[in-house]
C-alpha cells in the first residue's frame, strides 16, 4: 500500500485560487498514475484530474478544465492540484489516489488502489 497525506485545503470565496498537495510515502512514487477526486456531501466521488508517471499526460473532468492543472514533482514524492477561478460547487472533499498498476490517466475510481484521508474545500459566494 501507499500512504498518502492531502493537505492545502480551506475556505476561499468565489474566483479565489488554492493549491492542494499530495504526499505519499515509498519510493517508487514516480511508478505510480496519479489523480485527485472530489466528493460533495450526499453525492458520489467524482474524477477530477489525473497525471502520467512522469507527469507527460493529463486528463481532466470537462468541469475543471481550464481552471484546474494537476503536476507532481518525483523528487518530492508529491502530486499538486492548482485550483484558479473558484465556484462554489467545487465545494467538496478533495482525496488524492494512486493507481499502482496502470499506465493510463483513468478517470475511474476503481482503478485507484491508494487513497488518502481528503481535505476539505468550501468556496463561499
Do not use: H
Not at 61 to 80: E, H, L, M, P
Not at 99 to 125: A, C, F, I, M
Amino acid at each position: 500500500q501507499v500512504q498518502l497525506v492531502e493537505s492545502g485545503g480551506g475556505l476561499v470565496q468565489a474566483g479565489g485560487s488554492l493549491r492542494l498537495s499530495c504526499a505519499a510515502s515509498g519510493r517508487t512514487f514516480s511508478g505510480y498514475v496519479m489523480g485527485w477526486f472530489r466528493q460533495a456531501p450526499g453525492k458520489e466521488r467524482d474524477f477530477v484530474a489525473a497525471i502520467s508517471r512522469r507527469g507527460g499526460s493529463t486528463s481532466y473532468a470537462d468541469s475543471v478544465k481550464g481552471r484546474f492543472t494537476i503536476s507532481r514533482d518525483n523528487a518530492k514524492n508529491t502530486v499538486y492540484l492548482q485550483m484558479n477561478s473558484l465556484k462554489p460547487e467545487d465545494t467538496a472533499v478533495y482525496y488524492c489516489a494512486a493507481d499502482r498498476e496502470g499506465w493510463n490517466t483513468t478517470p475511474l475510481s476503481y482503478e485507484y488502489d491508494d487513497w488518502g484521508q481528503g481535505t476539505q474545500v468550501t468556496v463561499s459566494s
